[in-house]
C-alpha cells in the first residue's frame, strides 16, 4: 500500500485560508464536506471553548504549546474541523488517521513520518478520528510518541473517553468536551452555504422560507451533517422555476431529511443515557416525559426486547407491591414484544410504560432484600436452625434435624411462636407491609 503524503493544510498560518492542491476539496465532495470552515472566523458554535478568553481561544491564538487533547462530542460538532484549525495555527504538520481503517501498522508509519518531520524541526499534530475504537494495544503503541514529543495527538471520540481512552492516554491529554451546536448555530451554517458561490449553493438559486430553515435546523438534532445533507438533498432535487429559481417547500425538506433523525450508537454510551433517562421518568410518575424517552428509544433503533426487559425490572423494583399488576403489565408487554416484534410492539411497550408511570410506587421489595442481603453478608456461617432442616435419612433424624417443626396449616399458632430466623437474627425485620 503506498503511503499517504503529509496532509499540510496550510502553507503560511497568517495567510488568507486558501487551500493548497493537496487539500483542496473537491466540487463534487458532499456540501458538508465543502463547507467545513477553513479558518477560526468561519467556525460556528462551542463558545465555551472557543469565545474570547478560552482554552481553545488561547491555544489557537499561539499562547503555549498545544498540548494533547481528546475532543469528545457528538457527531457534526466540529472535532475534525478544530483539530484541523489547531494544527494550522501550530503550524503543524497534520496527520489524520481514522480508527476504524487504521490499525498499528498505520500508526507505526504515521510516527515515523513525525519523526523525520520532527528533524527537520517541525511538529506534528496526529489526529485519530474515533479513537474509542482502537484497542487497548493500539492505543498502547500511541504511548511513546506523545510522551517523548514526536506527535501532538488530538484524538476525536463520540464515546465518554473515562470508559473508551486507556488512563496512560488521559493523564498526558486534556479532555475537552463539545456541545451539540444549537438550532440557531445551525441556522447560519445553513445560510452559509446557501449564499456561498464558491463552495455552497448559490449558484443554483434555491430558495428557503425561514419556517423550511427551521425545520433543517430542528432536525439536525444538534448535527451540522445532517443539516448540510438535508439542504444538498432538498436543492439538488428540486427543479428550478422559469427564473432558474428552486424554491424549496416544506414537503420538500420532510423527503430529504427523510425519517426523524434519532441517531446514537445502540451500544454506546446514549443508549444507556436514553434508557436511565426512561425509567427515571417512570419513577417520578412523569408518563408525558416516559412516553417520549420511550420514543426516542424505539425511533432510535433499540432492541424492543431491551425495553421491555428495563420495564420489567421497574416493575418490581419501583413498583413492587404498591401494585402487583404492574409486574403483570409489563411481563404480558414483554411477551408481546417477542411475539409480534416492531413495530405492532410499540403499542403494548407504550401501554405498560403509561401504567407504569401512574402506579404508586415503593422501593419496599428493593429495600427488603438488600437489608436482607446485608445480614446475609455477614452472618454467612450462620447454620441452618435443626427445625427448619429436611430429616431424609434416619441418621439425619436422629440428629435433631426436622426435630420441633411445627405445620402451619395443622397449627396456625405456629405462624407467631415458631421462630424462622437464625438465632442472632431473631426480631430483624426486612419487610414492612406499611412501606406499600
Not at 119 to 136: C, P, Q, S
Amino acid at each position: 500500500m503506498p503511503r499517504r503524503k503529509t496532509d499540510r493544510l496550510f502553507d503560511e498560518p497568517d495567510e488568507a485560508p486558501a487551500e493548497s492542491a493537496a487539500t483542496a476539496t473537491a466540487a463534487d465532495a458532499p456540501l458538508a464536506e465543502r463547507m467545513r470552515p477553513r479558518a477560526l472566523e468561519e467556525f460556528v458554535g462551542q463558545r465555551h471553548l472557543i469565545g474570547e478568553g478560552r482554552i481553545l481561544r488561547r491555544l489557537i491564538e499561539g499562547e503555549g504549546a498545544l498540548p494533547s487533547l481528546i475532543l469528545w462530542g457528538a457527531p457534526g460538532t466540529g472535532k475534525t474541523t478544530l483539530a484541523r484549525l489547531l494544527a494550522r495555527h501550530s503550524d503543524a504538520e497534520f496527520i489524520p488517521l481514522s480508527a476504524v481503517f487504521s490499525g498499528v501498522k498505520d500508526l507505526r508509519a504515521a510516527i515515523a513520518e513525525a519523526r523525520e518531520t520532527k528533524r527537520a524541526g517541525r511538529r506534528t499534530v496526529l489526529f485519530v478520528d474515533e479513537i474509542h475504537r482502537f484497542n487497548k494495544a493500539q492505543q498502547d503503541a500511541l504511548l511513546p510518541a506523545v510522551e517523548e514529543g514526536t506527535v501532538t495527538l488530538i484524538g476525536a471520540t463520540t464515546e465518554n473517553p473515562s470508559f473508551e481512552v486507556i488512563s496512560a492516554l488521559l493523564s498526558r491529554s486534556r479532555v475537552l468536551s463539545l456541545e451539540p451546536l444549537t438550532e440557531a448555530d445551525i441556522t447560519a451554517l445553513i445560510r452559509r452555504a446557501l449564499t456561498d458561490e464558491a463552495r455552497g449553493l448559490a449558484n443554483l438559486h434555491p430558495q428557503v422560507s425561514d419556517e423550511v430553515l427551521a425545520r433543517f435546523a430542528r432536525a439536525a438534532g444538534g448535527d451540522a451533517r445532517v443539516a448540510l445533507t438535508g439542504l444538498e438533498a432538498a436543492v439538488e432535487s428540486t427543479a428550478p422555476d422559469e427564473q432558474g429559481v428552486r424554491h424549496i417547500t416544506d414537503e420538500t425538506a420532510v423527503e430529504a431529511l427523510g425519517r426523524a433523525r434519532y441517531a446514537y450508537d445502540k451500544g454506546g454510551e446514549e443508549h444507556y443515557n436514553l434508557a436511565s433517562a426512561l425509567i427515571k421518568s417512570l419513577r417520578n410518575s412523569d408518563a408525558n416525559a416516559a412516553l417520549y424517552w420511550l420514543a426516542r428509544l424505539i425511533e432510535g433503533g433499540a432492541d424492543p426486547l431491551f425495553i421491555a426487559r428495563r420495564l420489567c425490572i421497574l416493575a418490581s423494583e419501583d413498583v413492587g407491591l404498591a401494585d402487583p399488576q404492574a409486574m403483570v403489565q409489563a411481563a404480558a408487554a414483554a411477551q408481546i414484544t417477542a411475539l409480534i416484534g416492531l413495530p405492532e410492539a410499540l403499542y403494548p411497550l407504550s401501554q405498560a410504560t403509561i401504567y407504569l408511570a401512574r402506579a404508586p410506587k415503593s422501593n419496599s421489595v428493593k429495600r427488603a432484600y438488600f437489608a436482607a442481603a446485608e445480614d446475609a453478608q455477614e452472618t454467612a456461617r450462620e447454620p441452618v436452625p435443626l427445625h427448619l432442616r429436611n430429616a431424609v435419612t434416619p441418621l439425619m433424624k436422629r440428629s435433631g434435624y426436622g426435630s420441633g417443626y411445627r405445620y402451619v396449616h395443622d397449627d396456625p399458632r405456629a405462624r407467631d411462636e415458631m421462630a424462622c430466623l437464625p438465632e442472632q437474627l431473631r426480631g430483624h425485620e426486612y419487610y414492612k407491609e406499611k412501606d406499600d
